[in-house]
C-alpha cells in the first residue's frame, strides 16, 4: 500500500477544504459531507464542483446517515484540533478539542439543516467520540465510539445501537462487557443481508464482524474464541491503520486506509481483493460512499490534502436502508 495508480478511472471533483469525513451520496446526486475542524456539514456538486454549507453543527461532525424520517444523523465526537505540516498535508493535533468544542454527541440535523442534541450519554456514562453509524432496516442504528485519549489514560469507546426517535440506546461492546474490548473502533458497516455488522479498529487496523441476533443484538457465542466476541477478517500488514468504511453490492468491505493512502477492499472472508490509491498519495483517506444513478461511482474523502475523488468503480454500492 502506498502512492500508486488505481485500477479504475478516478478524479479530483474537490480540493482546498479542511479535515474531512463522512460522505454521503444524496438522491439527486449530490454529496454531502463533514469538515470535522470547522464544525460543519457542507454539499458538493461534483458535477459542477460548487459547495454550499448546509449547517453548522459545532464540535467536531464526523460520520453521517441518512435516517428513516428523511433527516441527517450525525455522530459528533465533540472537537478536533489540526494542522497543516511542513509538507503541507492536514494532520490531527493529539489532545485538542478544536476551537467550537461540544459535549459528544449524535445529532440529528433536519432537512432544513436544524441541528438538535439526540444522544449525548448511555446508562449515565457520557459518550467520548462518535464516530461513524449506519442505520439498520428497522430503523435503529449502530454506532461506534473511537473513545478519546487524557494523558497517560485512554477510554477504549465501544459499539452501541440507538433508536432514531431518541427513546433508547444500548451499549453492545464496551470496556466493562469484554475482557479486550474495541481500540479506537471507527467505521461500521452492515452486510448486503443485513445480518452481520462490521466494525474497523483504528489504533490496529483490524476488521471484525459480528453476527446479528436481531436489531441491536449481537450473536455472541457463550463460547467465543474472540475476548470481544467478534469474528475476525482482516489485519493490514505493515504500517497503516483503518478509518471509516462502506460495502458494496458484492459484500466487500472497502476501508479508508490511513498511511496506506488509499482504500483497502477487503472481501467477507478476510482476502485483500484490491488496494485502490489517492493520486499522488494522501496519508489521511478518511472515508468512502457509493452514490451515481447507478450506485457505481464512488467517493473518497481525502482528508491530509482536503480533497474528494470520485472513483468508477467495478461494482454497485450497497444500497443504504434510508
Keep these: 500500500m502506498s502512492e500508486g495508480t488505481s485500477p479504475y478511472p478516478i478524479r479530483r471533483v474537490a480540493s482546498g477544504l479542511g479535515f474531512i469525513e463522512g460522505p454521503l451520496a444524496l438522491p439527486d446526486g449530490r454529496i454531502m459531507f463533514t469538515d470535522i475542524g470547522a464544525g460543519d456539514l457542507n454539499i458538493l456538486d461534483p458535477r459542477s464542483g460548487t459547495i454550499a454549507l448546509f449547517a453548522h453543527t459545532g464540535g467536531g461532525p464526523n460520520g453521517v446517515a441518512i435516517g428513516p424520517d428523511g433527516a441527517y444523523y450525525v455522530c459528533n465526537n465533540g472537537g478536533l484540533g489540526f494542522r497543516k505540516r511542513s509538507d503541507g498535508f492536514i494532520i490531527p493535533v493529539p489532545g485538542s478539542r478544536g476551537d467550537d468544542p461540544i459535549p459528544p454527541c449524535i445529532q440529528k440535523v433536519t432537512r432544513d439543516g436544524v441541528v438538535t442534541v439526540l444522544y449525548d450519554g448511555c446508562e449515565g456514562q457520557p459518550l467520548t467520540a462518535p464516530n461513524d453509524l449506519v442505520f439498520d432496516t428497522a430503523g435503529g442504528f449502530y454506532f461506534t465510539d473511537s473513545g478519546r485519549h487524557s494523558g497517560r489514560m485512554t477510554d477504549l469507546g465501544g459499539l452501541y445501537y440507538a433508536k432514531a426517535d431518541g427513546s433508547d440506546i444500548v451499549e453492545l461492546i464496551h470496556e466493562a462487557s ?145
Design 178 to 322: 469484554a475482557a479486550i474490548p474495541l481500540t479506537l473502533p471507527n467505521g461500521c458497516g452492515l452486510s448486503p443481508d443485513g445480518k452481520r455488522i462490521y466494525v474497523a479498529e483504528t489504533a490496529t487496523a483490524r476488521l471484525w464482524a459480528w453476527d446479528i441476533g436481531g436489531p441491536g443484538q449481537l450473536a455472541v457465542p457463550p463460547d467465543a474464541a474472540t475476548p470481544n466476541g467478534g469474528i475476525f477478517i482482516y489485519n493490514v500488514s505493515g504500517h497503516a491503520r483503518f478509518d471509516s468504511l462502506a460495502v458494496d453490492s458484492a459484500g466487500n468491505i472497502c476501508i479508508a486506509t490511513i498511511l496506506g493512502g488509499g482504500i483497502s477492499v477487503i472481501t467477507p472472508d478476510g482476502n485483500l481483493d484490491a488496494f485502490i490509491p489517492i493520486p499522488g498519495y494522501d496519508p489521511f483517506p478518511t472515508n468512502i460512499c457509493f452514490g451515481g444513478d447507478n450506485l457505481d461511482t464512488a467517493y473518497l474523502t481525502a482528508a491530509g490534502t482536503g480533497a474528494i475523488y470520485e472513483v468508477a468503480w467495478p461494482r454497485k454500492g450497497l444500497r443504504l436502508n434510508h
